[in-house]
């Protein structure tokens, strides 16, 4: 008898949680780096073209999200990238930079930065130590952090350096109606939008422009 009963809870418990990862799943809708393409006019950001810019660094914070994933605020939609979602938003970025013709640029390695002996500092497995990267003078750095996300509202911060100035730190959310449908398709597309719409708003703010 006592068997049964414990066996009985031990099935409860599996059902309840493969019932309650159900629910935090829901109708998942899978985003890739590479079908990500920038759906708004380049001339509208004209302004951009011509100039450099470095991507310094993108970083998830949020709490309501997950590594691969983001939500419906109802849990019903997961949206889940190929990759994580701070380089889903880099690869990302990146198309849209160069989409409105931002020349994107690497760090450059600072020369004087040298031991004693005229070697440069390093790690041991090759790469250079601290301090050894900069960015061109001139030529700001963009840095991306994800605050909260879900389909529906999304809470971002933008840095941009340059110099070694911090021109800005700026908090940005960004909003969408609530799902139309529930086509995988439809949705990845929305994912997809939701990228863009992030993009442009910070091309257009004011204080970003003049940071740039």
């Not at 529930?182 to 997809?192: A, H, I």
Request: glycine share 8%; net charge positive.
């Amino acid at each position: 008898m006592k068997n049964s009963m414990k066996w009985g809870g031990i099935m409860a418990f599996c059902i309840i949680g493969l019932f309650l990862t159900g629910c935090a799943s829901g109708t998942k809708i899978t985003m890739t780096q590479e079908k990500y393409a920038p759906s708004f006019r380049a001339g509208d950001y004209s302004r951009y073209k011509g100039k450099k810019l470095v991507l310094s660094s993108f970083y998830n914070q949020a709490q309501n999200t997950r590594t691969y994933n983001y939500f419906s605020p109802d849990k019903k939609l997961n949206y889940e990238g190929n990759v994580s979602l701070d380089n889903l938003y880099l690869n990302s970025f990146t198309k849209a930079f160069k989409h409105i013709g931002v020349n994107l640029v690497d760090y450059t390695y600072d020369d004087d930065y040298r031991n004693h002996h005229g070697y440069r500092y390093g790690y041991w497995w090759g790469g250079p130590g601290p301090g050894g990267y900069k960015a061109p003078k001139g030529v700001p750095e963009f840095q991306f952090v994800i605050l909260s996300m879900t389909d529906q509202e999304f809470k971002f911060k933008v840095l941009v350096f340059k110099d070694g100035a911090t021109k800005l730190d700026k908090e940005y959310t960004v909003t969408m109606a609530a799902a139309a449908t529930d086509n995988p398709t439809e949705l990845e597309k929305r994912g997809y939008q939701l990228v863009d719409l992030a993009f442009t708003t910070i091309m257009r703010d004011r204080d970003f422009q003049r940071a740039f």
